[in-house]
């Protein structure tokens, strides 16, 4: 196996007697897309900062494709690529002479730059108002630009900090595919900074979730929600004529069925205590001479996995 | 260190620089007040005197007061030469040095605080550039065409006055070996003390304005070069000019060394 792209040791970020971050230990594999959710001021931001030696930990110590932030910044920065969470444009400059100038900045061969620019103005759908002053762009037009910047060195790790943040679902979706072909097919490693969890949902390998700044969960979102979400919904078809018979027999297993189940046309819902009641209620059921067709489990998403950890819902 | 980058970001700087008014008013207003209107009024005064029957006997008194150098060198012209001379050639030279004040500090106000005002430092301290490239591009910019300027405006300033004085003294005067001192030795001291002082008045200040008018003090030492010389304590001769120059760069080392300590990266993230 190869080494990690990113691992991060033990390390903390005090700011004044706030904790930014603290005491944070994970590795991210190379090409994954990698999820790193938490509300404002979980410390998501800081830790981009420190694992790209913009700012110094407090203690413990981080390594990027084994560069170290703060002993080889630079050489680390060259090869990652930061959508930072404000646009961060020179609003008085061209879309295409902001791109020009990060690419004077990121040592991209000058006899490249031009095409570069024109590719990613192209792909960003950008390439119509390239000479316009930024100032004068929507939101959604200036997180694109962002985004192209990010991408203008061809980085092998990318940190994005709320990528999808202002933009329509269209440009998101677009968004969506372009991270997800960065990670399959050219290999880049995504660090994805949301508080989208829908987004994390779809696109992440694994995520962590953090709170004032600490590590509260990490795994894959199947293994999240396997963990941290016990309840169940499913629904439940059985033959129509049977449907009285099926609505008596799941309210006499209040053990199995905490909800109280109900009737969708022909279907039946309602909610299990955890994926271990379906094999004895599939039996229940079918010793009660049932005909079921379909129990099919609503998967638990990421969302309910963020509310158990962050309120006790889920 | 990486050239490419720090040209790019001094010429960065300059191009968003000049694209704000308020940048660029006092650097078009101030050199055409002061080195083409201004030698025409201070070479015509005399004679706008004499015909209006008005007594020019201030600058007189001012003459005066001055040191005997500065009476000895203007020994060789009459008295409305000697008018003409010292309010062109000595009383304007501490004036001058505003110019690249101004401009570095301006520029400099822009390039810290407007970039924080602006939030877009952030994208810029996650390139690959080190501290030190950005610390030096971001006063190369400033400094550069604080220079420039001023170099311009001298210029422009030595045709106005040849030509201004050239009813009362009838050739070319200017410059002497004072203004080459002071355009080559104290010009890009002074532009880099503008730009150092900007450097950590941009660390508190909101934003381009708020810096710009705290870094503004910057100019109070002029001013008493200036009232110094029209007091008659002392007048801008060669080795004067050579001595200030030597005491601004010595200051723009200190401050240099000290602003370069603290401009990190870490500190830049948590202050800007």
Sequence with gaps: MSAPAIQISSISRRFGETNAVDNLTLEVQSGEIFGFLGHNGAGKTTTVRLLNGVLEPTSGSARVFGLDPQAEGPALRARTGVLTETPSLDERLTARDNLSFYADLYNVPRADVPGRVNSLLTEFELVDRADEKVGGYSKGMKQRLALARALLHKPVVLFLDEPTAALDPVAARHVHALVENLARREGCTVFLCTHNLVEAQKLCDRVAVMEHGRLVALGTPSDLTRQYVKRLD??????????????????????????????EKELLTMTLSGRESIPELLSILVQKGLRVYRLAPQEANLEEVYFALNGGVG | MNTRAIVAIARKDLKVALQNKGVVLPIIILPLILFVIFPWIMAYAPSWADASGTSFSNMDQILE???????????????????????LVYMLAPMFLIMPLMVSSVLAADSFAGEKERKTLEALLYTPTTDRELFTAKLLGAWAAAVAVALF????????????????IGHIFFPNWMWVALVFWVTPAVAGLGLVVMVFVSVRA???????????????????????????????????????GLVIWLIDAVLLWFASKSFRRGELMTKF
């Design chain 1, 234 to 263: 499913v629904d439940l078809e059985v033959d129509p004529v049977q449907m009285d018979l099926a609505l008596q027999t799941l309210q006499e297993l209040p053990q199995l069925v905490i909800s109280t189940p109900k009737r």
């Design chain 2, 206 to 244: 909101q934003g381009f304005q708020d810096a710009y008018q705290t870094g503004g003090l910057v100019v109070l030492p002029v001013l008493l070069l200036m009232v110094g010389q029209i007091s008659g304590v002392m007048y801008f001769s060669l080795g004067v000019v050579v001595f200030v």
């Design chain 2, 153 to 168: 405006s001298f210029l422009v300033y030595a045709v106005m006055v040849n030509a201004a004085g050239w009813h009362s």
């Design chain 2, 65 to 87: 007061r001055m040191p005997s150098g500065l009476l000895n060198e203007l020994s060789g012209y009459t008295p409305d030469q000697q008018m003409t001379v010292f309010a």
